[in-house]
T-cell receptor
Framework: DAKTTQPNSMESNEEEPVHLPCNHS???????IHWYRQLPSQGPEYVIH???SNVNNRMASLAIAEDRKSSTLILHRATLRDAAVYYC?????????????FGKGITLSVRP | DTAVSQTPKYLVTQMGNDKSIKCEQN?????MYWYKQDSKKFLKIMFS???????INETVPNRFSPKSPDKAHLNLHINSLELGDSAVYFC?????????????FGNGTRLTVT
């Protein structure tokens, strides 16, 4: 399975934008880029996903590099409730979605 | 209203016992999973079922036996519990087993084996 690399942690201030980076240099042409987050004592929560083009939804934006070897999750205005572990995951579009493999993720702290 | 619900939320038991965790999803999804999150917070897939059929068994000891009575339910039975089985177990579901389909997770069952 293609691997992703994320920083261990990041801090941000409330109400400011946050850019969470992810490197995936071994991504294959059919891999989707998914982001999930896990709040304390909860299950992982789907945030956003994309293939080649940048994506926006009510939670966040996903910026994908032109060569697809990296991506950035953008939270436009961080709130205290956004403090969580964010996982960047590659999922092959081959019917093997069950191979969703979580790494360590990046722990986001939000300062009031 | 909960989309993916697991019971119980907490489970404390002794070594050697047999226990079950239940999972139900009301999203109409046809694929369900069990994940295990250990003390180091790594999430690892254990099993995947599609329309009651076992699709993935990720080298899990055969003391763990999933059962899917219908596509809305996936239960996990664990025999002869060991200390190393202590973890948080998450159930998840998705509409289709394709790369674009997001997973919906339950809030986990914290299993403590003493």
């Amino acid at each position: 399975d293609a691997k992703t690399t994320q920083p261990n942690s990041m801090e941000s201030n409330e109400e400011e934008p946050v850019h969470l980076p992810c490197n995936h240099s071994t991504i294959s042409g059919t891999d989707y880029i998914h982001w999930y987050r896990q709040l304390p004592s909860q299950g992982p929560e789907y945030v956003i996903h994309g293939l080649t083009s940048n994506v926006n939804n009510r939670m966040a934006s996903l910026a994908i590099a032109e060569d697809r070897k990296s991506s950035t999750l953008i939270l436009h205005r961080a709130t205290l409730r956004d403090a969580a572990v964010y996982y960047c995951i590659l999922t092959p579009n081959t019917g093997a979605n069950s191979k969703l493999t979580f790494g360590k993720g990046i722990t986001l702290s939000v300062r009031p | 209203d909960t989309a993916v619900s697991q019971t119980p939320k907490y489970l404390v038991t002794q070594m050697g016992n047999d226990k079950s965790i239940k999972c139900e999803q009301n999203l109409g999804h046809d694929t369900m999973y069990w994940y295990k999150q250990d003390s180091k917070k790594f999430l690892k897939i254990m099993f995947s079922y599609n329309n009651k059929e076992l699709i993935i068994n990720e080298t899990v000891p055969n003391r763990f036996s999933p059962k899917s009575p219908d596509k809305a339910h996936l239960n996990l039975h664990i025999n002869s519990l060991e200390l190393g089985d202590s973890a948080v177990y998450f159930c998840a579901s998705t509409q289709m087993r394709q790369g674009a389909s997001p997973l919906h997770f339950g809030n986990g069952t914290r299993l403590t084996v003493t």
